[in-house]
């Protein structure tokens, strides 16, 4: 069985970009794949949290995992830092990543423009924990939004370096990106991706807004000037973004859609996608206020889980540490 691993920050609510372009596709992977759903906790400290916080969105981002269609008794779901391994792999990796390598990351570039005050050197390494999280459980296919390309990039190149001195030691892995969702726009600025950290509220729709929040926000999308109902991202952003999640939370293809809203106006389309919207939420919000409440339950998953995953990153740890001339523990 090919095997699959991906993983989200907690590192504020989740918008339906998180949504439509990652963790809608790794649903039905379940049924065909053995995966790994990760909350990349470690990775949010690249950024300054508040302890309280951290912790209590890192637990409730494994119930929305479990709300969202994710079962504890299919895949692995668990928190990374409760496997050290990550941290661990990552070091050596840090040894084998050329600083010209990070420098050309583009997230890096935007990030230290935003955290002016804060840049850290784990903002910058920051790709080569992600590569560690992937190649330490040997994985074949990591579903992603398309800003994570880059990243998935430099895995690639960091594990074929590490084969090309020691030989076959890391599974080269392949990122899976869908065609539609893998990039949601800002509603406001709709050349811009839609972001948790965005300032403007009216740009973002996240996963627990109210059918009433989620229409309003709807409604304010920005468009253009005409009144044709097209798809053309150059052209007509706004409108693109409309129909691509119309698309996405439906599975009705692009042409349908123009066909559907032919002679109908921008009001039209903005009501019938933020209704979609709000139905495609409905039952991952009752989903997650059950299971949100259930905090011993969730901590049972996350213990029995996290000895699973560091069973088989152990592994490859233990590989990589022979191959590098690290000496075993006796
Ligand atoms: P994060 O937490 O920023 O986002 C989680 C996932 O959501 C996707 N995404 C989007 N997709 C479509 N439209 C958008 N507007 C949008 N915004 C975000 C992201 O592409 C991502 O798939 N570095 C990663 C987390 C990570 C990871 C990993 C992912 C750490 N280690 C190993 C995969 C494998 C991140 O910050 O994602």
Known sequence: ?????????????????????????????????????????????????KPAELRQRSLNLLALYMACGLDPKKSTLFIQSHVSAHAELA??????????????????????????????????????????????????????????????????????????????????????IPKIGAKIMSLQEPEKK???????????VFLLDSEDAIMRKFKRAVTDSEREIRYDVEKKPGISNLISIYSATTNKSISEIEKEFEGKSYGDLKEVVGQSVVETLKPVQQKYNEYSANKDYLNAILKENADKAAYIARKTLSKVYRKVGLVPRG
């Open 1 to 49: 069985k090919k095997r699959i691993f991906s993983g989200v920050q907690p590192s504020g609510n989740l918008t339906i970009g998180n949504y439509l372009g990652a963790i809608k596709n790794w649903i039905p992977m379940q049924d065909e794949f053995e995966c790994l759903y990760c909350v990349v906790d470690l990775h949010t400290l690249t950024v300054r949290q």
């Open 91 to 176: 070091w050596i990796l840090n040894c084998y990543t050329y600083i010209g390598e990070l420098n050309r990351m583009t997230q890096f570039k935007d990030k230290s423009q935003k955290h002016s005050d804060n840049i850290n050197a784990g903002l910058y390494t920051y790709p080569v924990l992600m590569a560690a999280d992937i190649l330490l459980y040997q994985t074949d296919l990591v579903p992603i939004g398309q800003d994570q390309k880059q990243h998935l990039e430099i895995t690639r190149d960091i594990a074929e370096r590490f084969n090309g001195i020691y030989g076959d030691t890391f599974v080269v892995p392949e990122a899976y």
């Open 194 to 204: 839609m972001s948790k950290s965005d300032e403007n509220e009216n740009a973002y």
